[in-house]
């Protein structure tokens, strides 16, 4: 097996075991317990945040460079531009609209 798709499968595993060690905690748990688990994972994932965007602006914007760069033609820059907008923006939308969906669905912060 490729180690593409091992990691594939470690990422899908761990994602399902987070899923299920929220829904065990939220039903078995009490109100304190689940504040505190909050209030502790919340450092993890603010650091994780914070490495994700400290790697990612760079990677994207030295991606981009080297990729217009070996373009080389003007008229072969500006097809490329307009595509990776356009590909951009629906992506945006698009996940702004899902995330819209699942927030009138699921209502979160409503008692």
């Not at 072969?76 to 907008?85: D, L, N, P, S």
């Not at 939308?93 to 927030?103: A, R």
């Amino acid at each position: 097996m490729a180690n593409a798709n091992k990691l594939t499968i470690f990422i899908v595993i761990f994602m399902l075991a987070g899923i299920l060690t929220g829904a065990m905690i939220h039903s078995y748990a009490s109100a304190t317990t689940i504040e505190v688990w909050s209030g502790n994972i919340t450092l993890l994932t603010d650091i994780f945040l914070r490495l994700i965007k400290m790697v990612i602006a760079p990677l994207v914007f030295s991606t981009l460079t080297v990729g217009i760069m070996k373009l080389g033609e003007t008229s072969t820059i500006g097809r490329v531009g307009g595509k990776a907008m356009v590909w951009f923006i629906s992506s945006s939308v698009l996940s702004i609209l899902v995330g819209l969906f699942i927030v009138t669905l699921q209502q979160p912060g409503r008692v």
